[in-house]
């Protein structure tokens, strides 16, 4: 007999056994709404009930043993309901104690030597387990793992397990693979249907690893093809120039610049020079530690772009920074005869018209600005190149805006905060990456030192020392305000304190996130200006500002920073050619916090910190809270999985490029995951 195959991805969980009109409500709740959503609902963990070793069980493990009953059961109540059926068992060789709380009816139902396996908290030290299942005899269970799924609402895990068991018996069969078979082979990966009967009802512990590592897999490869489609997409179908720059003019120069290139600039300009020169569109991000050596890449590509007969633009976070990149611009470009110019909100009026108007009829060659830049009624005549710094604030949906605006110009991403590969690849893996590894000659490294609260008083002698040669000093806050509830520094006190202590000395300056934007602008200047030589500030000042006269770097309560934001907070200083210093006062509580203090003192490499954090605080925490674009993934873990991580990616690179992908059956699935993933047009496919 035919059997009808039922398309289970749009089926209703209603067409499960079992599964009424009230059930199904809460299951949507939960986001399930057919019966492949029901499937696709991974356990979070299991309980094993396999039998141990008592002598192998860790204190408070749980565990299931069989045994037989030594003592009957004696009870005792303590309060009003409470009650402690207590039962010496014997384990093969040990005799120990087993706990029911609060179920004095199970007084009368054992006898002496009757078989008996139990599953409850191991306590070693009292030889006790308290006891949370039994049942008589010793015959093997089915199961050695049972799943426990999260639940909504009045939904039991129970019954889930319930509603999984009529689903599988129903329309098991309808699972249908999704990888092509190759794909199955080379890896060795469980088919899609028994890899997630595998999960829902697993046999043993190896089983779950292979079914485990085939949605690894699987997970991986779909969001990678999402990210590699857009990225081919991007690169195809929007219309990039080809800038036909003048490698003459070019040479020349570079040639003319102070110093001769490192190795790795030169390695991200010939990238950055390909992107432009091809006739698709470049979406490249460009990570290197603080003081690699950014701005100039990005004036030698804003050079090529003008000699292209392009206009380029560089948009910065912060009107300081617009400032400095204006004039470090201004000095490389403007001797070989490109204008730059500068456009903040603060720049008005007459002013602000005539920039306008300049740069509409190409007079302007290159303009320099905060993001209000590509967003007003700022028109250029040829816009061929935008550079971004510092952008991973922005998730991926701003990146997409900024690439959708104007006249699909090039767009160059910068970074300062070195990205683990594994997050790099996933959070901005649409995007091609450029990667400074290596730092200019000569440069001295910034000296770290961790101490304890109660050594501040020699801090702040050393600090009077440097100030005293002329330097200038942070001190950075976790926090602005005192807080009741955790014991910190907080930058108004810190603030107030220092001021007192350089009373008639130095000029103490606050700075925080709670202040106007022209405030933090005044106080910027002021500190640049070294009319204030000690800066105290909560975390704003961590984006790129250059300020080469300040030596010292003291961050407070430093164990509440992530490893990387305290690498950008120090590469606020060792700008200059004065050797610099950077002191963490922290008084971490465990091993974690005084292994990541000792990790700052020893190593000033940005990539090698970088690894350390993810792996210290996993993928979420990585860029702060806000924005991070990196995505959640149900089975796998970035950092524990990377190198599916690392095959996938290069797996979806290939195929979304070859032809066999857009054509044959065997990827139709796949290609149906780029359509559900809104990426491609249904129409599109055939
Ligand atoms: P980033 O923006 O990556 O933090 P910058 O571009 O501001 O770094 O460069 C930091 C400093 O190093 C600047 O003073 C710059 O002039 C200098 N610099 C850049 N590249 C080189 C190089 N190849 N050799 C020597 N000094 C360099
Ligand atoms: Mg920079």
């Not at 120990?96 to 306590?123: C, H, M, R, S």
């Not at 105290?536 to 934001?565: C, H, K, W």
């Not at 350390?612 to 674009?629: A, C, H, I, M, Y």
């Not at 065997?666 to 290609?671: E, I, M, N, V």
């Amino acid at each position: 007999m035919l059997r009808k195959v039922n398309d289970i991805n749009i089926l209703p969980v209603t067409s499960v056994k079992g599964i009424g009109g009230e059930t199904a409500l809460a299951l949507n709740d939960m986001g399930i709404h057919s019966v492949m959503d029901l499937f696709e609902h991974f356990p979070y963990r299991y309980e094993d009930y396999r039998l141990k070793d008592l002598a192998e069980v860790a204190h408070d493990e749980r565990v299931t043993v069989e045994g037989v009953v030594h003592s009957l059961p004696s009870l005792t109540y303590f309060g009003r309901k409470k009650s402690k059926l207590t039962i010496r068992i014997l384990v093969g060789r040990y005799l120990i104690t087993g706990v029911f709380f609060n179920q004095p009816y199970l007084k009368n139902k054992f006898a002496i030597n009757q078989e008996i396996t139990v599953t409850g908290k191991w306590d070693k030290h009292r030889q006790t387990i308290t006891i949370s299942e039994h049942k008589a005899g010793t015959e093997k269970r089915t199961n050695e793992f049972e799943p426990v799924y999260t639940v909504k609402g009045d939904l039991t895990v129970k019954g889930f397990r319930r509603y999984l068991a009529a689903a599988f018996k129903e329309f098991g069969n309808d699972i249908t693979e999704i990888l092509p078979d190759y794909m199955l082979k080379e890896y060795k990966l469980m088919n899609r249907r028994d890899a997630l009967r595998s999960l829902h009802f697993p046999l043993s512990d190896q089983d779950l690893k292979h079914s485990r590592r085939r949605f690894v897999y699987e997970e991986f490869l779909l969001f990678q093809l999402k990210m590699q489609a857009i990225r081919k997409v991007q690169r195809e179908q929007s219309m990039g120039s080809t800038q036909k720059y003048d490698l003459q003019k070019l040479k020349g120069f570079i040639d003319c610049l102070p110093f001769p290139l490192t190795h790795a600039q030169k390695r991200v300009v010939n990238e950055i020079l390909a992107d432009m020169k091809s006739p698709y569109r470049m979406n490249r991000l460009l990570q290197g530690d603080v003081g690699s050596g950014k701005t100039v890449v990005s004036a030698i590509a804003l050079f090529a772009a003008h000699s292209a007969g392009y206009q380029g633009a560089l948009m910065v976070p912060t009107e300081i920074l617009a400032e400095q990149h204006s004039a470090s611009l201004m000095e490389m470009l403007e001797p070989h005869g490109v204008t730059t110019a500068l456009l903040t909100s603060s720049v008005k009026g007459k002013k602000r018209r005539e920039i306008l108007e300049r740069l509409a009829n190409g007079e302007i060659h290159i303009l320099i600005g905060t993001h209000a830049l590509i967003q007003e009624e700022v028109n250029f005549q040829k816009l061929g190149l935008v550079i971004t710094d510092e952008q991973h604030r922005f998730g991926v949906e701003q990146r997409r805006i900024l690439r959708e605006k104007g006249e699909s110009p090039d767009v160059l991403f910068m970074t300062a905060t070195p990205i683990p590969r594994t997050l790099a690849i996933t959070a901005f893996g649409e995007m091609d990456v450029s990667i400074i590894d290596e730092m200019p000659a000569g440069r001295k490294a910034i000296e770290t030192y961790w101490t304890k609260h109660d050594t501040l008083d020699r801090v702040l002698g050393f600090m009077e020392k440097e100030l005293r040669q002329g330097r200038q000093a942070y001190v950075i806050c976790p926090l602005i305000e005192e807080s009741e509830k955790l014991d910190l520094q907080n930058a108004l006190d810190v603030h107030a304190a220092l001021t007192q202590y350089f009373q008639n000395r130095f000029h103490v300056g606050l700075m925080h996130g709670k202040l106007h934007s022209s405030e933090k602008d005044l106080v910027m200047r002021e500190f640049s200006e070294n009319n204030i030589q000690v800066l105290v500030s909560t975390t704003v000042v961590e984006v790129g500002v250059n300020v080469p006269n300040a030596t010292l770097m003291v961050i407070y309560d430093a164990e509440r920073f992530g490893l990387s934001q305290l690498h950008q907070l120090r590469g606020r200083v060792g700008r200059g050619s004065d050797q610099s210093y950077c002191i963490l006062i922290a008084d971490p509580k465990n091993e974690v916090g005084k292994e990541r203090m000792k990790i700052m003192s020893e190593t000033n490499d940005g990539f090698v910190l970088s690894e350390k954090d993810l792996e210290l605080r996993g993928p979420g925490d990585f860029f702060g809270k806000k924005q991070s674009g990196v995505p959640e993934f149900k089975m796998a873990d970035m950092v524990h999985d990377y190198r599916a991580l690392e095959v996938a990616r290069n797996d979806a690179a290939s195929l979304v490029n070859s032809e066999a992908f857009w054509k044959e059956d065997q990827f139709k699935y796949l290609r149906e995951s780029l359509v559900k993933a809104g990426v491609l047009s249904g129409e599109k496919l055939d």
